[in-house]
């Protein structure tokens, strides 16, 4: 497969080859080289706020669980147990001191380290040395404000590097408020026929959607009127190593869009402080139209509140995970109206939410087609509008409807992809892996 992708994507060009969305080869591929060695979302704070609390959730297609230690640390380990592999853990989160497989009967503390076993008599001396068998655990565990991030590859860069100055914008949901943010009211898991990167790019880059299979959830949530206006010219998309956030700066179209008016009451009366915070314009942006993932399979919109991951379930499945950001400090009738606000609109039944995973799914079952299947999808929009921006960080194009951060990502997805190892990884992620330059998409510049 190595170096065989330029003809799945040529980003000169502007199109990606179909095959990506659903061949059981690439998908294979993608696991090993994507999610294997990725820095992957697992479990905000808030989730896990005492010792003992855990979550079971996927890396890829591997179950772990992620645990708070008695010392305030968080630990990832498989959801495996290392004697014939049974989960050992069934529950989506709780409080715990042990978990013990149902099959024979090993247990392990919440450090994941193996502390008995059933009928222990039957192993002789020189048969086993728990210490050696306690649950698999990750490379490495990260935490930037508040999300927790794990990786299997030991190779991995730090947390910090990977999100790089994709921070600037991570900021804008993280940190727009003293004491940060909260996860509230549990987790929604959905089943969606379709493959995970077309959640993801929908929300990488994919504005020009919105005023066109939203309408009537727009209509309904803006007192009757249609999407608000974009302004090509100030408004943005902006990539960071195929991490992408695409904004206006407007500063309340999302806002008007969650249709509770407390809410935009709230953040006028805070926009100053958001001001003193992050700057002139980033309080401009917080509110606006706006979405963002965050590579490779978490998405947000900052001024709707909702957070999600999409996690793959085979090339023509994934597992979406909603749950509702607020931010710790708002009072408890702002985040109830937020609340509301996210279920009305991104909420499984929500205004918007419906409408998308309709499209995904049909996506990905025509892109099937035997004929189908070797047509190209076309990604070249905005292919021209690259500008230099004296303020905003990474690869930046002007206007919101555009494919520039779709086509980012896609390009990591592919370096990712091609790359034997991390170090491998091309010139424009230096930065990032101090890698060396195996191979260039003209048309798109080194970071
Ligand atoms: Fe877990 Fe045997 S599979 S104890
Ligand atoms: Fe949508």
Redesign the pocket.
């Known amino acids: 497969m190595n170096n065989e992708l330029d003809k799945f994507i040529n980003l000169e060009e502007g199109w990606i080859d179909r095959r990506i969305f659903s061949d059981e080869e690439i998908f294979r591929q993608e696991l090993e080289q994507v999610f294997a060695r990725s820095w992957l979302f697992v479990a905000h704070d808030s989730q896990i706020p005492n010792p003992g609390d855990f979550l079971t959730t996927y890396m890829g297609m591997d179950g772990v669980i992620v645990t708070r230690q008695k010392d305030g640390s968080v630990k990832v380990f498989l959801n495996s147990c290392p004697h014939r592999g049974n989960r050992v853990c069934f529950a989506d989160a709780g409080n715990a001191r042990r978990f013990a497989c149902n099959y024979h009967g090993w247990s392990f503390d919440i450090a994941g380290s193996l502390q008995g076993m059933h009928e222990e008599y039957c192993y002789d001396p020189g048969d086993i040395d728990k210490s050696k068998w306690g649950l698999k655990h990750v490379a490495k565990v990260g935490n930037y404000k508040g999300l927790n991030f794990a990786t299997f590859d030991p190779d991995a860069p730090s947390l910090e590097e990977w999100l790089g100055d994709f921070r600037w914008y991570l900021d804008l949901i993280l940190d727009n408020e003293e004491g940060g943010t909260e996860f509230i009211g549990g987790c929604i898991k959905s089943e969606i026929s379709a493959n995970w990167k077309f959640g993801v790019e929908?929300?990488i880059g994919?504005a020009y959607?919105?005023g066109y299979?939203?309408d009537s959830g727009a209509r309904a949530m803006n007192d009757g009127n249609p999407f608000p206006p974009i302004d090509m010219e100030s408004s943005y998309h902006a990539s960071v190593n195929g991490h992408g956030y695409e904004f206006g700066t407007e500063g309340v179209g999302d806002l008007i869009l969650l249709g509770r008016p407390k809410v935009i009451e709230y953040y006028d009366k805070i926009r100053p402080k958001i001001a003193e915070r992050l700057g002139e314009l980033r309080s401009k942006i917080f509110g606006s139209v706006a979405s963002a993932s965050i590579f490779p399979n978490v998405s947000f919109l900052p001024g709707i509140s909702t957070f999600r991951q999409w996690h793959p379930k085979g090339p023509w499945n994934f597992e979406l995970k909603t749950w509702v950001i607020v931010n710790k400090a708002m009072p408890d009738d702002i985040k109830e109206e937020i609340t509301k606000g996210v279920m009305q609109t991104f909420g499984p039944g929500g205004a918007?939410?419906m409408?998308?995973g309709e499209?995904w799914e049909n996506c990905t079952t025509v892109n099937r087609g035997v004929v189908t299947r070797k047509e190209k999808l076309h990604y070249r929009c905005g292919i021209d509008r690259r500008i230099d921006h004296p303020q905003l960080p990474g690869v930046v194009y002007r206007g919101q409807y555009n494919d520039a951060n779709q086509r980012l990502f896609y390009q990591r997805w592919a370096d990712m992809m091609n790359a034997p190892a991390l170090s491998d990884m091309p010139e424009r992620y230096k930065s990032v892996f101090g890698g060396r330059e195996t191979r260039d998409y003209p048309g798109i510049n080194a970071l």
Do not use: K
């Open positions: 929908n929300f994919d959607h919105a299979t939203h918007f939410e409408d998308d499209n």
